[in-house]
């Protein structure tokens, strides 16, 4: 049962969270001509959206296994990842190889017995991940954009899942964003390291090539785009056609709120990543939650939302 139990913390379940950008497609999708109405509440689209959402949770577990056996020794050096099973010794090398290669079968088998284009993205995404892993990881700069671009194919993965249009917006966003949060899990490293660098460069070592003057500049940069993409995105004519209103410009707030609290946090040294202050950090999460929640009703009931503020204007 132990055993079981450390097998099942080597796939790092609360990552899993990351995969939910699969389901963006099913939100933001709406309103499109060539869709049904209203996806998101279509049961169909939902059990293609999960379907996805469990054949990457396998990939995403498979490509964790393969990073942990590869980072074994660098892990025993850090005081929270020594802790994990393979680097603490509860899991041996050998049984997590044999893990590794049942997510992989089972993850791209599967992606590919429901359809080649989900099957294409899932493979990319394996390969991509494996690349970085073995290597990409200690090119600076070139590390997080590989991060940023998984999260684009998580996304395309939800589309090509339910089958409708792919739209720019939803990866330009994506990345942006996500690059954002990649130069973050860098400033979450430093921190934890006490910024000395040799101690972060140990433990991992691109972070030898980074330092706070440049993940400032480049969280600033970052940031700055991401927030100037998605109002590009809320103000765009084709999404007030598509949405039957211009409402999302209104979440603007809640977006630059969560990016100013997240770029605080990640320099406290109290989370190894993103993952980690999300679900510890109760602001953020009522942020995401506002925002999701008006999203879903902007997208999804505006033009009632806007007949029903014209009726009130027209009655003062």
């Not at 050096?77 to 049942?102: D, E, F, M, Y």
């Not at 017995?113 to 993205?121: H, I, K, Q, Y």
């Not at 493979?123 to 090119?139: C, I, V």
Request: with cysteine; glycine share 6%; charged share 15%.
């Amino acid at each position: 049962m132990n055993k079981l139990f450390s097998v099942l913390r080597m796939l790092r379940p609360v990552h899993w969270s990351k995969n939910v950008f699969i389901f963006a497609a099913l939100v933001f999708a709406q309103g499109d001509s060539s869709s049904p109405a209203n996806l998101l509440f279509d049961p169909r689209k939902i059990a293609q959206g999960f379907y996805a959402f469990v054949c990457f949770c396998l990939l995403s577990s498979c490509v964790y296994v393969i990073n942990d056996i590869h980072d074994v020794h660098q892990d025993r050096l850090h005081p929270r990842k020594r802790n994990r099973p393979l680097a603490s010794g509860q899991i041996s090398v050998g049984t997590a190889w044999t893990v590794a290669l049942v997510l992989l079968i089972i993850g791209v088998g599967g992606s590919f017995a429901f359809s080649f284009p989900l099957g294409l993205v899932g493979t990319t995404y394996l390969l991509l991940n494996l690349a970085y892993s073995w290597y990409l990881k200690h090119k600076v700069i070139i590390d997080v954009m590989l991060i940023a671009i998984g999260f684009v194919l998580r996304a395309m993965a939800g589309v090509v899942a339910i089958d409708v249009p792919l739209s720019p917006w939803l990866l330009v966003c994506t990345f942006t964003l996500c690059l954002f949060v990649g130069f973050g899990k860098r400033r979450c490293e430093l921190a934890i390291a006490g910024n000395d660098q040799q101690i972060a460069s140990d433990r991992r070592p691109v972070l030898a090539r980074y330092t706070l003057e440049l993940l400032g500049h480049l969280l600033t940069i970052s940031a700055a785009v991401a927030v100037i993409t998605f109002l590009l995105y809320t103000m765009d004519p084709k999404t007030a056609a598509k949405f039957g209103t211009n409402y999302l410009i209104y979440t603007i707030p809640l977006v630059m709120y969560g990016i100013f609290r997240f770029a605080v946090l990640i320099q406290t040294g109290r989370f190894d990543g993103p993952i980690e202050l999300l679900i510890s950090d109760r602001p953020f999460q009522a942020t995401i939650a506002a925002w999701l929640a008006m999203a879903i009703v902007i997208v999804h009931w505006g033009p009632e939302i806007r007949s029903l503020l014209k009726n009130l204007a027209q009655l003062y």
